[in-house]
C-alpha cells in the first residue's frame, strides 16, 4: 500500500464520509462522531513524523480545529481520512518549520544575553554549559510573562520574526509590539539574575 494513502482503522471509510458529508450539511452529532472516529488515528500519523507524543497531541488539536473550520472545503473529493492525512502532514511540516524557528531564535538570544553580559564570543566549555542553563531559566520564565508580553516575545526572539510582522499578524502598532518585547527581554533578564547571578559569571 503506498505510504501516502492512510490505512483505515475502526470505523470504515464509507462510515466516515457519510458522517463527513452530515456533518458538512450541519449535523453537530455526526461532527462529534466523525472527530471520535479519526482523532487516534491523526494521532498516530502525527507521532509517527514527529516522534513526540506531545508534540503529535498539538498537532492532532490544531488539525481536529482546521477539521472544524475546513471541512466544508473537502466537498467529498476523495476519502475524508485522505484529506485528513494531508492536512495532518502539512501541520507536521509546518510544526518543524516553526521548532526550526524557535532553535535559531533560542540561539540568538543566547548570543545576545553573552555580548550583554561581556562573554566571548567563542565560548569556553563551561560558557558553554551555561547558556544551556540560560535557555532553560528562559523557557522557564517564559512561560510566567503576561500574554501579549510571551506572544511578542515569542514571534520575535523565538521564531525570527520581525517586529514589523508582528505588528501586522497582531494587528498591533509598532511601537507597542517594540514596548512588548523591551519589558519581556527586561523581565526574563531581571529574574534570571536575581535568582541564578552565577550563569552571567565569567568562566574560570
Known sequence: MPASVPRREGSSGEDLDDLARRAVAGDARAFDALVRGVHRRIHRWALARL???DDADDVAQAVLVRLHRKLDTWR???RVTSW???TTANECSSW???LARRRRGWERFRARTA???GMSAREPSGAAARST???AL???YFEALPDRQRE???LVDLQGYTPAEVAEMLDLNPGTVRANLFKARRSIRARILATHPHVTEDPP
Open 96 to 98: 518543524h518549520r516553526r
Open 76 to 78: 467529498g473529493r476523495g
Open 51 to 53: 516522534g513526540d507524543p
Open 133 to 135: 542553563e540560560v535557555a
Open 115 to 117: 555580548d550583554e553580559d
Open 138 to 140: 528562559v523557557i522557564h
Open 84 to 86: 485528513l492525512y494531508r
Open 152 to 154: 511578542v516575545f515569542d
